[in-house]
């Protein structure tokens, strides 16, 4: 039962043009969401998040926007750039008023930023 | 460093054989998660440790495996007699509620199974 699914293996676009990665989630509790980049050899990063009370949170290149009646997210990265090249995790949570409950990641969407 | 530290960062073991892999969570963090990734596929949820309380055992694949977590800090992941189906990067992670973006998890880099 796959409750966070990036349906998107890889995605390849051009350096300076926009990157959109894709989330979609099962569960209605969901009330927290974030965003993970992974480089090889290292764990997982904190990138961006999104509580269910809004509908887009923006940090620089990185922008989040959520669809609760979709039950769909996406992150957004614009410009791209070669740096960005990592695989990236959607992750959610049912606990968002605390930030130590458990995240339900998703399997992850290599992306590569071609110069 | 202040990070979340995991050892060994690669073990190579042989079939049957038990293993304990280690995560040393930040100094203070509340809460301690094992996740692990298996080639190819996503982060998947092993066991989740939150101060006092009962540990969240749900993701636990099977009775081989189990972790600990003494005084609130240091914990241990153990798998008993291996399989080839456990080879993956185990990945450890803290968090705390009152510092970082909400949901925040520090993960470490991961220690790395092999099971010939």
């Known amino acids: 039962d796959q409750q966070v699914k990036q349906n998107s293996p890889s995605l390849s676009v051009q350096e300076g043009r926009i990157s959109i990665l894709n989330c979609d989630y099962t569960?209605?509790?969901?009330?927290?969401f974030l965003w993970y980049k992974k480089y090889p050899a290292e764990g997982p990063t904190f990138l961006i998040s999104?509580?269910?009370?809004?509908d887009k949170n923006e940090d620089g290149r990185f922008t989040v926007f959520l669809n609760k009646s979709a039950k769909h997210l996406s992150l957004h990265i614009v410009p791209s750039q070669p740096g960005d090249s990592a695989v990236y995790f959607c992750?959610?949570?049912?606990?968002?008023?605390?930030?130590?409950?458990?995240?339900?990641f998703g399997q992850g969407t290599t992306l590569q930023v071609k110069p | 460093g202040a990070g979340v530290s995991q050892s060994p960062s690669n073990k190579v073991t042989e079939k049957g054989k038990d293993v304990e892999l280690r995560c040393d969570p930040i100094?203070?963090?509340?809460?301690l998660y094992w996740y692990r990734q298996s080639l190819g596929q996503g982060l998947e949820f092993l066991i989740y440790?939150?101060?006092?309380?009962?540990?969240?055992k749900s993701g636990l694949p099977s009775d081989r495996f189990s972790a600990e977590r003494t005084g609130g800090s240091v914990s241990t992941l153990t798998i008993q007699r291996t399989q080839q189906e456990d080879s993956a990067v185990y990945l450890c992670?803290?968090?705390?509620?009152?510092?970082?973006?909400?949901?925040?998890?520090?993960f470490g880099e991961g220690s790395r199974l092999t099971v010939l």
């Open positions: 992670a803290s968090s705390n509620r009152w510092g970082g973006a909400i949901g925040e998890l520090f």
């Open positions: 569960n209605s509790m969901f009330d927290y």
């Open positions: 999104i509580s269910s009370i809004k």
């Open positions: 992750a959610a949570s049912d606990d968002g008023s605390s930030n130590t409950g458990k995240l339900i």
């Open positions: 100094s203070g963090h509340t809460a």
């Open positions: 440790f939150q101060g006092n309380s009962a540990p969240d």
